[in-house]
């Protein structure tokens, strides 16, 4: 999922004349030249084509894509922003968290000689629509449902970082510094780990907030 989310924002920032190809799950990307990033606003998808309307990329000012898009929907505009649900570390313990899928982007349905996107530039947190040679180019419609697709319900829930099988590095106690091996987690709060003790291996309990992946200490 990162490495989706590096190739659209680098794709989108580079130069005018490429353009945009998404597969499904957004695998390759159209290339605009863009200006000098909870909930979702979204409305059914709308089986479109270029006479009846098309979906537009936004590009936001940082850290206000849910801005944006509130303030584009109270302006009757349909708006898609991609979310996902990640784990983070914060403050020492680990918090379920919901972030736009592609920081600074999200997508607007319009049609293109009818609807008045003059306002749209002006809008909170909104710098601009990206443009590519400078014309808007449409965002083709299977990618907005594949998008949708997989972000049933609103959200993207992406792996947790903590998963069966995994290395993890133990955080706190006496056994601060060693590696384990993640053998599952006992509901939200506790897990259980494969630890090497004395030339043995031994099952312990831990916290899942004394835990981390083990390429992360």
Known sequence: MALMQADFARSMRSSPDQRLAFQPCMRTIVRPDHPNTGPMM????AHTHPAAGCWFAVFS???????????????????????????????????DVIEPMFPRYLFLWAVLGQDDLRPVRSTRGVVDLVRFGGELRPVPEPVIAELRRICEGGVLDLPSPLAPGSRVRILTGPFAGHEAELLHTDGAHRARVLLELLGQMNALAFPLDALAPAENP
Do not use: D, S, Y
Request: glycine fraction near 2%; avoid cysteine; hydrophobic fraction near 35%.
């Open 42 to 45: 979204n409305a059914p998808i």
């Open 61 to 95: 000012k940082p850290r206000r894509e849910t801005e944006a898009a509130e303030q584009l929907t109270h302006q009757e505009f349909t708006v898609f922003l991609p979310q996902v649900r990640v784990q983070r570390r914060l403050r020492g313990q680990w918090r």
